[in-house]
């Protein structure tokens, strides 16, 4: 199996670290949050980052150290479980779409949000490249939006008061309802539960699973 670029370098760049001060490769994540018809790309850092593909990506982060997006701490999946995650993205005006119709348009129809997708990426700044890194961005993660709630409120900038928009996004990721029978996921986490249900207290025999998942096996 070959190793994406953005692996490669990675590798390269831990294999042959001379030390902790040796800082020579930054990640960060991107965001994809893919509403019908107002898509928004975010990235981990401030200032517009733009990639290889062709696509600008609006810093999370302003001059005043603010976040606009709150993550939640986002787990593998391989145990076939499925975890709800909770974002709360800030809706600001980006070119050619003001903050307020993007979030009056999500808010009026929330078919523009359920059973989209949240599209997670590491982005590899090698020195020197600034805010257009040349390794294209590598896939982690693909999540599927089921609800959302909206806020706005006034707020004092300076002087002046200013309406801020926000939405929280309510999704999972695929492993959703994979664990119903027939076809479900098999892992120790969903075997446990299925005998929960038979009245079996404690059922073990799936315990063996998680551990394969860090094991290499070579055929003789």
């Known amino acids: 199996m070959t190793l994406s670029l953005f692996y490669q370098k990675l590798d390269e760049y831990v294999g042959t670290g001379t030390g902790k001060q040796d800082i020579r490769a930054v990640v960060r994540r991107c965001w994809f949050f893919d509403f019908e018809g107002y ?5 981990q850092g401030q200032g517009r980052l733009h990639t290889e593909d062709g696509n600008t990506w609006l810093g999370t982060f302003d001059g005043k150290g603010n976040t606009l997006l709150r993550t939640p ?3 593998d999946g391989r145990d076939g479980t499925a975890p709800t995650y909770e974002f709360t993205l800030s809706i600001i005006d980006t070119p050619g ?19 989209r997708t949240i599209t997670g990426y ?18 982690f993660k693909e999540l599927t939006m089921l609800s959302s709630r909206f806020e ?9 008061l200013v309406r801020r928009y926000s939405v929280t996004i309510i999704a999972k990721d ?18 446990k539960w299925r005998a929960a249900q038979l009245g079996v207290v404690n059922d073990r025999g799936c315990e063996f699973v ?4 860090d094991r290499t096996y070579h055929p003789q």
């Not at 309802?177 to 075997?191: F, H």
């Open 39 to 43: 898509p928004i790309r975010v990235w």
């Open 73 to 75: 701490r986002i787990s």
């Open 97 to 115: 779409l003001p903050a307020q119709e993007a979030y009056d348009a999500l808010k009026s129809e929330q078919s523009r949000v359920r059973d």
């Open 122 to 139: 590491y982005a590899l700044f090698e020195n020197g490249e600034g805010l257009r890194p040349n390794t294209p961005l590598e896939f």
């Open 152 to 160: 706005e409120k006034l707020e004092l900038d300076g002087t002046s």
């Open 174 to 191: 695929g492993n959703s309802g994979r664990s119903n029978i027939p076809g479900g996921t098999y892992s120790d986490t969903v075997q």
């Open 210 to 213: 998680a551990g394969l998942a």
